[in-house]
T-cell receptor, first 114, second 116 residues
């Protein structure tokens, strides 16, 4: 069965360091992958999208890589700030089934200590 | 505010009662989605509309759940005979194009349901 895995344990880092979050998937051939940020009690907010033919995407302090051979995406936040503390979700399309919905991982909570 | 609007934001209901949630998508977005999210989990897809047509329904959407988008604008999600397992946050999202095309999906703030 198709599966998306994100580290369920919270990631605690010091302000100014680079946070790296991992998204692994199995039994998928996604056309693209998206990363969202979610604050407690709020809806997810889109951050970045990377397509299967792209290796890397950047936006300000954010960087996403996509390795379709390893079936893995890495999400980096450089020069992290306490305001970056949130849960980060990865999401994939289901192009192999033709569905239009996104399938989300369970998210990784990031805590940036001042 | 021109984002996706959901109401009510919070609903507490007794088991067995019916509840209805409303979603107003971003104007001119013809695609509308409903997701459900429980604590510690990511959003789970429930259903998808393109304009007024409901094109996709998840297996999660039991017979007690019904969603409509009568004029291709706002949408309602009704849960009949609520059960405690229905307690979750119900998220609505919209997009100008299909998810498969890589368009950004914009989520609302969600409607929290607690069934007691």
């Amino acid at each position: 069965s198709q599966k998306i895995e994100q580290n369920s344990e919270a990631l605690n880092i010091q302000e100014g360091k680079t946070a790296t979050l991992t998204c692994n998937y199995t039994n998928y051939s996604p056309a693209y992958l998206q990363w969202y940020r979610q604050d407690p009690g709020r809806g997810p907010v889109f951050l970045l999208l990377i397509r299967e033919n792209e290796k890397e995407k950047r936006k300000e302090r954010l960087k996403v890589t996509f390795d379709t051979t390893l079936k893995q995406s890495l999400f980096h936040i450089t020069a992290s700030q306490p305001a970056d503390s949130a849960t980060y979700l990865c999401a994939l399309d289901k192009s192999d089934t033709g569905r239009r919905a996104l399938t989300f991982g369970s998210g990784t909570r990031l805590q940036v200590q001042p | 505010d021109t984002g996706v609007s959901q109401n009510p934001r919070h609903k507490i209901t007794k088991r067995g009662q019916n509840v209805t949630f409303r979603c107003d998508p971003i104007s001119e977005h013809n695609r509308l989605y409903w997701y459900r999210q429980t604590l510690g989990q990511g959003p789970e897809f429930l259903t998808y509309f393109q304009n007024e047509a409901q094109l996709e329904k998840s297996r999660l959407l039991s017979d007690r759940f019904s969603a409509e988008r009568p004029k291709g604008s706002f949408s309602t999600l009704e849960i009949q005979r609520t059960e405690q397992g229905d307690s979750a946050m119900y998220l609505c999202a919209s997009s100008p194009g299909g998810a498969r095309s890589g368009n950004t999906i914009y989520f609302g703030e969600g409607s929290w349901l607690t069934v007691v």
